[in-house]
């Protein structure tokens, strides 16, 4: 596509979401469901074709040198397909919540006041590696009610390509619009600088990818953003605390999975229990090749660890997302200092408290300020599945509207509603 062709592809998509919103935001339950459910059914039909669709992507990228993690991620396997036809079937059964009335109220003066839930409208969704992403997305704008324009990575447009023809199709066969969903036709860039500058047909654009990826949607988007930037999230054991609970989970919020924007990147711990955890924690993390970037309180205590990798840690180690088998290790005071370095450092994300005191408890979730704040668990539970949304669309760290995993409730607003019998205004 030329660049005027790109322009007009862009403004097509968005005037036929805009268009096919309309249609979403009016159906029923069961259109929805029978949408839902027909997609489960064309998924498992589709296995075969998929994976050949799939198979191109694959290829491409092998030749193109792309790193074997990255290709990993391009897979759709029939396990993964069949996970996606199970998530599309577990969002049919829950519940409809647009049109759900929140807080109505009798007012003195005979009015009635409450809120409803309604669907944001249309939200464009651009995302990199990943094609499983094209059917999560799909399946909550379809559950509520709104309408997407999705843009993948270039990498993956052969896969999400043939998975979004069988959304389309299971719209159609639902009595909804196929405009309801719709995906990028080009692997352009300049696409994405138009979607993110459609106001009059975007109501919102959801980043998930990479750092640059979200900086620069950040920087340059003229509709609102739902984003996170950064995972740099922290445990903190404190004293007092039960040393065995803490050791595992420390070490699942770390060693869980390196990759995910929810493993634990920074440790902090009580001075009054550092040499009691200290030795045992970096013991496990020894053992599975974890670098630690310590301060030089914490370096004193872990040298007794055998194989210990230790580093000393910069200033840039306590803002830092690793993403990878290293984590930054200091001693703190108590919760005084634990609460200010995660408020200073951490990309307000998730931080938890490893503790047996309740007063610290309750003032680690009051005062910290970040979307996830948790009590004796790990940070890798920051999940929309884990916290019961049904499926989650993205992580936010912003503060309006939607804050940490973004579900089906994310992707709606509450308008005000008032119910009079003829009242008017003195």
């Not at 938890?352 to 539970?381: K, P, W, Y």
């Not at 940490?404 to 119910?419: A, H, M, R, Y």
Request: glycine share 8%.
């Amino acid at each position: 596509m030329n660049a005027l062709n790109i322009a007009e592809h862009m403004h097509s998509l968005g005037l036929q979401a805009r268009e096919a919103s309309a249609r979403m935001a009016a159906a029923s339950a069961a259109e929805k469901s029978a949408a839902l459910r027909g997609l489960a059914a064309l998924l498992r039909a589709n296995v075969a074709s998929l994976r050949q669709d799939n198979a191109k992507d694959i290829e491409r990228a092998t030749a193109a040198g792309l790193a074997a993690p990255m290709v990993d991620r391009l897979k759709l396997t029939p396990k993964i397909i069949e996970t996606l036809a199970v998530g599309c079937e577990q969002l049919a059964t829950m519940p409809d919540i647009i049109g759900e009335i929140l807080g109505m109220k009798q007012q003195p003066t005979g009015i009635r006041v409450g809120q409803m839930r309604v669907p944001l409208g249309v939200f464009g969704m651009i995302f990199e590696s990943r094609p499983n992403v094209t059917i999560e997305a799909a399946s909550l704008s379809i559950k509520s009610g709104n309408a997407c324009i999705l843009r993948g990575g270039s990498e993956a447009i052969e896969s999400n390509k043939a998975l979004a023809r069988l959304v389309q199709q299971a719209l159609v066969d639902a009595g909804l619009p196929a405009e309801a969903v719709q995906l990028v036709q080009t692997t352009d860039r300049e696409a994405v600088g138009y979607l993110i500058a459609m106001p009059e047909y975007v109501d919102v654009i959801i980043p998930r990818g990479g750092k640059s990826l979200i900086e620069r949607i950040s920087r340059e988007a003229k509709v609102p953003v739902i984003k996170h930037l950064d995972g740099n999230c922290h445990t903190y054991v404190d004293d007092p605390c039960d040393i065995e609970m803490a050791v595992k989970v420390a070490d699942n919020a770390k060693t869980n999975k390196y990759s995910p924007c929810n493993a634990s990147e920074g440790l902090l711990v009580a001075r009054g229990v550092a040499k009691d955890f200290l030795p045992r924690i970096g013991k496990v993390f020894a053992d599975k090749g974890v670098e630690m970037r310590c301060d030089p309180e914490a370096r004193s205590i872990l040298q007794v660890v055998p194989g210990a990798d230790l580093k000393d840690a910069t200033e840039q180690d306590w803002s830092e997302e690793y993403l990878a088998p290293i984590i930054s290790v200091k001693v703190v005071a108590g919760v005084d200092e634990a609460i200010a370095h995660i408020n200073r450092y951490s990309s307000h994300h998730t931080d938890a408290i490893l503790t047996r005191d309740h007063v610290h408890a309750q003032r680690f979730l009051r005062e910290v300020d970040s979307a996830s704040v948790m009590v004796n668990a790990s940070t890798r539970f920051a999940d929309g599945f884990e916290y019961g949304l049904g499926a989650e669309i993205g992580i936010s760290t912003d503060k309006f509207h939607a804050r940490g995993p973004v579900g089906l409730e994310g992707l709606t607003s509450l308008k005000w509603i008032v119910l009079g019998n003829g009242e008017v205004r003195s």
